[in-house]
């Protein structure tokens, strides 16, 4: 995005974590929906495509051998295994938008963030997403009335580790009200995008405008 | 603010600085009208009020004798001397506001900043106003058609000295269209409020969560 004729922008990778029951997919969807400059970014696995599902859109369907010339060849930004699949972000399609001014939007956990961090931490934004209290985050891993106890409770134990890594983000949204968060988490993005870290040009743009160039 | 019935939020400084003719005050003016949480600093100052001008609103008239008292005692959050005027910020009413969880609004330059930054660097974020470009600058600093170019000069110099501290501060808007240049600093606004070195009881409402309570 040009944000005038002078100066241009470094995207940036916004990062949106939670414990699963925060709405964490709510306020993705909402936010892509609202902002034409934000992407999601789209992930490379092993895993059969379900029904639906589109090739480059929701998922790079490889083969496992495929999966593990990347990760050799440190093509992914981070990768992990859930289910005894494989799951990783590949880079060279997110350096490009970046590079293009495009911002890029992850849903990943905590531990894909600290290997993201690692990687690329001056173009990394982190949100955190919150339930607003225990009861809403109960209902929220209840999906079906006849949920055994021990299930939502499994569901809760991986809640409560995933929150434990709260104070490793920028940025913590407590998802009382969707609109509501929705426009916090569309504040960061926009207020990032004039850190000046981000602009490019502009030491040589203020120079101009003070020597009344 | 209270962001939820569990976190309460710690107000924030925001301070806009630019050189003049960069639209600093017109931005201010419409963030001021949106945002029912944002209040105005009121300076403290040595001048004689002018017509219209009302006591605790514009500003807060003193005699020279009190405004040394109140150097003396520390009682400033910044102060400085324009054209043998004394103007300072009175420190109690914006901590008052802060505790509150009120934001408040700064006008000021780059030396302003500087003494704030010295006594609550936590509180505080700063943006800088950049004129789209030279000829902006110049059509915005020429008030009458019959300035002398001399005059005109003199405020390009004094812009061009004010401008040459922008890497001090947080974020950069370029004002090319006022709308825009509001919503983007309504969103630095919007952005540092969900910081949570911001939120009061995080920690503590993030453990209930993680215990169930």
Redesign the interface.
């Known amino acids: 995005m040009v944000?005038?004729t002078?100066?241009s922008r470094r995207g940036l990778m916004l990062v949106l974590s939670s414990p699963s029951g925060a709405g964490k997919t709510s306020i993705s969807r909402e936010l892509l929906s609202r902002d034409k400059n934000l992407f999601m970014s789209v992930s490379a696995t092993t895993r059969s495509k379900r029904p639906g599902e589109v090739e480059g859109k929701d998922y790079y369907f490889v083969t496992p051998e495929t999966f593990e010339g990347m990760v050799g060849r440190g093509e992914f930004l981070e990768h992990a295994t859930v289910f005894g699949n494989r799951y990783g972000t590949p880079l060279a399609p997110v350096e490009k938008a970046l590079a293009e001014g495009r911002d890029v939007l992850f849903d990943i956990d905590w531990q894909g963030t600290q290997q993201i961090q690692s990687k690329l931490p001056d173009d990394l934004v982190t949100?955190f997403i919150?339930?607003?209290?225990?009861k809403v985050?109960?209902e929220r891993l209840t999906t079906r009335a006849q949920d055994p106890p021990n299930v939502v409770a499994q569901r809760?134990a991986k809640?409560?580790d995933e929150?434990?890594h709260?104070?490793a983000?920028?940025?913590?949204?407590?998802n009382?009200d969707l609109e509501r968060s929705v426009?916090?988490v569309?504040?960061?993005?926009?207020?990032?995008?004039?850190?000046?870290s981000r602009?490019i040009g502009?030491?040589e743009?203020?120079n101009?405008?003070?020597?009344?160039?």
């Open positions: 944000v005038n002078q100066i949100v919150l339930p607003p209290s225990t985050l109960e809760m809640a409560a929150m434990s709260w104070d983000y920028d940025y913590i949204v407590v009382a426009a916090q569309h504040a960061v993005l926009n207020a990032e995008r004039v850190n000046p602009l502009l030491a743009f203020v101009r405008l003070r020597e009344g160039r």
